[in-house]
């Protein structure tokens, strides 16, 4: 299979055992999700459900108190009966996460490595979406690939995605790109929706064109991964870097105080140029990084989420 492939993210079904100890650790994720964000997401999206919305339904008799605005005059004329529309208040909301998998996430300094990171930020806005009755779907590329997975509803859909990613190997490839996967997206999720990346945007690719496109149709959040050394170097004398994605190799001395404060400089640089093509293409940012609370910062951008609405 060639590197930029694009295959079905459902391979065979992990072992039992395996499933079981996802499951119980889904579990205590979800109990904790749930008991951190009760009432803060549920209702934000209504599944297909009657009520004061914009899109018509079938008709029905009139009844005393309905909005007479509601009135169908032409299938009032056709029965001889007083017929009012029904409206279909929101369309049952469709998420997709856009997950990064590359090698740049196998890495981490504090409590979790980035990747861990990545598969707790999709249980939880997983476990938000499903619980409301909403389906979920992923596009996951890792460098070597694409897969997707169509969308479906339910925690079985949380709990095998998740599996899925914390079971995926490490990779070298740089075939699949974030802007590739994007792009995918929004090919694929014609209704409007939510997206959710969840990517350390460490892509040499167009991404930012990419995510000012899908932004324009769908609500879109950036969860942003990080580790604290990626913005700052100790001083802990020669140390071998080694880029994850191509495998290059290179030892520093980082008793310097000049090299560290370049390294610092990159680094400052690197993260003002992201936070500009965020903000740029109007997406929610979301920062994620491995030495933090990161439920805590979920449920804090939730909770301003929902104030802004």
Known sequence: MSASATTDLRPAPPPVAEVA???????????????????????????????AGSEGGEGRLYQPGDDVRRI????????????????????????????????????????????????????????????????????????????VMPPRAGRSAVLDLVVRLQRRGRTTGEGSTLAASLRKVRLLARRRGLVVVVSDLLDGSDWPTELRSLAARHDVIVAHLSDPREDEIPNVGVLALVDPETGQRREVQTSSKKFRERYAAAAAERRTSIDERLRRSRAQHLQVSTDRDWLRDVVHHIAARRRRR
């Open 21 to 51: 100890s996802s499951e119980r650790k889904l579990r205590l994720l979800e109990l904790t999700v749930n008991r951190k964000l009760d009432g803060l997401i549920h209702g934000d999206h209504q599944s297909a459900s009657l009520g």
């Open 72 to 147: 169908d005059w032409n299938l009032t004329a056709r029965s001889g009966d007083v017929h009012v529309r029904n409206t279909i208040a929101e369309r049952e909301l469709e998420t997709w996460f856009v997950i990064d998998g590359s090698a740049s996430l196998d890495y981490g300094t504090a409590r979790h490595e980035k990747r861990d990171l990545a598969a707790s930020v999709v249980g939880a806005f997983g476990f938000l979406v499903v619980r409301a009755g909403n389906r979920i779907g992923a596009v996951v590329f890792d460098g070597d690939e694409t897969r």
